[in-house]
């Protein structure tokens, strides 16, 4: 058999495939190489150009799509290196076998009929699932906690990042230990020590990414599922979703002025861990008193149970003597100390820390190095700069001051307005209080008339995971300031008020 001359094979070449590039000058967009190699690459993956099919010449390519010869090359070199297509002198470009042999694997709109819309989950799958769901719904209706990041000062946190990303060398840009890095490790036991009267040292600390996370570890690496775990009611809903994720059974003890209510604790024998957030007790507000916080540290020394002490918002206590944390009257090394920087900074940092008994600490950080290994190292540097360097201090110091007067206008513009219709929950810390409705005034509605204010407003009632289920309003100020305060307040007081016949 005659062997076809150069001119015959050229001339079985495919006519130019079908790539459209868009052009678009003025916008980032794909750069025009990638446009053309992740086209022909989906013509070969989806069985349009064979095994053996010959391309064109990139000369003859490019002038058929009207690009340059350069971009055409980028692209066929790239499916070169791919495996995609062989380039030979003399014999052209053609589509490789192993390229066709790709084909069965390419998505085509036949395909995307018969991809499953639900998958098989695990049964612990399916319950985080379902968990994260319902946080997901939570966190479309309200973004409870958001901090104000105006008052933030970007420029210096700027400059810190990209002087640690220019000469931080290595050792910002390599992994990190799962404990967390030296330098923000030190400066979380001063600050702990200092700000909050905790008793540790920076071997106790283990750096996270979020409470969550700390929530989340804790629970998978001291209860087994099916053990029982507390919390307050109402409660942190997101903490709730953790507990129960790991398995555990949530058992959810009330609380009065004093916070949670030790004694019922105690009546529930099988509870193994208790989540609570003595400081400022989520929602509500109260702060736990010093018998129920020596009952509560006596209930788990006596029991070898746990405590997770949430302090989630205290660097912004208004009032003037704050009791220091359980964690500091902890004897029995029976308490977890978790603290944020998400919170008190700005949301979008994931930087938290736990403080651990002793022999918490290896466990946490060898749990942390089977999940997600550590936090970002080049972040932890410039918290730890921004904590040495007393940025913290001078803005929190105006931060402070910030929300104090968005609290005191808060206080001031419900009493005047909303009037007998409520009473206000305990507010000398954090960024939100609780309106007690005393009226039959509808909560979700509140809720959504509140949006564009600044002020985030979701129903006491989603805190609650029984039946009994206290009415009212927690209402964050964190992204707001007095003014919004005023006009979010007058606008809604219609419909707190007005419904006070019916109540
Ligand atoms: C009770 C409570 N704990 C912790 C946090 C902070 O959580 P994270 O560090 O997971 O962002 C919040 C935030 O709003 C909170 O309300």
């Not at 639900?118 to 379902?130: D, E, F, H, K, V």
């Not at 220091?324 to 009257?329: D, I, N």
């Not at 001078?394 to 206008?409: F, G, I, K, N, P």
């Amino acid at each position: 058999m005659a062997t076809p001359s150069r001119k015959d094979k050229r001339s079985r070449a495919t006519a130019a495939p079908a790539v459209r590039v868009v052009h678009r000058p003025d916008s980032p967009g794909s750069p025009l190489h990638v446009q053309v190699h992740r086209q022909l690459r989906e013509l070969i993956l989806g069985g349009a150009l064979r095994t053996g099919a010959r391309l064109p010449s990139a000369r003859a390519l490019a002038r058929d799509l009207g690009l340059s010869r350069n971009t055409i090359e980028a692209a066929m070199s790239q499916l070169r290196a791919e495996g995609f297509i062989t380039r030979r002198v003399g014999s052209g470009t053609v589509v490789t076998a192993a390229g066709g042999d790709a084909a069965p694997f390419a998505r085509t709109a036949a395909d995307t009929r018969t991809v499953p819309t639900t998958a098989r989950l695990s049964r612990r799958g399916t319950l985080t699932a379902r968990l994260g769901i319902a946080e997901l719904e939570e966190d479309r209706l309200s973004s409870a906690g958001a901090t104000d990041v105006r008052g933030f000062p970007s420029e210096t946190w700027r400059r810190m990042l990209s002087r640690r990303a220019r000469d931080g060398g290595a050792s910002v840009l390599r992994s990190a230990n799962p404990f967390g890095l030296e330098a923000l490790r030190e400066a979380v036991a001063d600050h702990v020590q200092l700000a909050r009267g905790a008793r540790c040292d920076a071997s106790q600390v283990v750096i996270v990414n979020s409470t969550q996370q700390a929530l989340d570890l804790a629970a998978r690496i001291l209860l087994d599922p099916g053990e029982h775990a507390a919390m307050e009611e109402p409660g942190y809903p997101s903490a709730r979703a953790a507990l129960a994720a790991a398995g555990a059974v949530v058992q959810h003890i009330p609380v009065d002025e004093e916070g949670l209510q030790v004694a019922a604790l105690a009546r529930r024998s099988r509870v193994r861990l208790a989540y609570v957030t003595p400081s400022h007790q989520y929602p509500l507000g109260m702060t736990l008193s010093l018998p129920r916080r020596l009952a509560l540290l006596q209930w788990a020394a006596e029991g070898d149970r746990w405590i997770i002490e949430d302090d989630y918002d205290s660097e912004f206590r208004y009032a003037r003597h704050p009791l220091a944390a359980l964690q500091g009257l902890d004897r029995h090394g029976r308490v977890l100390y978790v603290g944020t920087w998400n919170k008190v900074l700005f949301t979008g940092l994931r930087l938290a820390y736990l403080i651990l008994p002793p022999a918490l600490v290896e466990p946490m950080a060898a749990a942390r190095r089977v999940t997600d290994g550590f936090s970002s190292p080049l972040l932890q540097s410039v918290l730890a700069d921004f904590l040495a360097g007393g940025h913290f201090a001078a803005y929190l110091r105006q931060a402070r001051a910030h929300y104090e007067s968005c609290r005191d206008t808060l206080v001031a513009e419900i009493g005047a307005r909303w009037g007998d219709a409520v009473t206000i929950g305990p507010c000398d810390t954090g960024l939100h209080l609780v309106v007690h409705l005393r009226t039959a005034a509808d909560e979700a509605r509140l809720a959504r008339g509140a949006k564009g204010h600044g002020l985030v407003i979701s129903p006491l009632s989603r805190h609650y995971a029984g039946e009994h289920k206290a009415r009212g309003l927690l209402v964050s100020y964190g992204g707001a300031n007095p003014a919004s305060i005023r006009r979010a307040v007058v606008e809604l007081a219609p419909h707190v008020t007005r419904s006070r016949a019916r109540a």
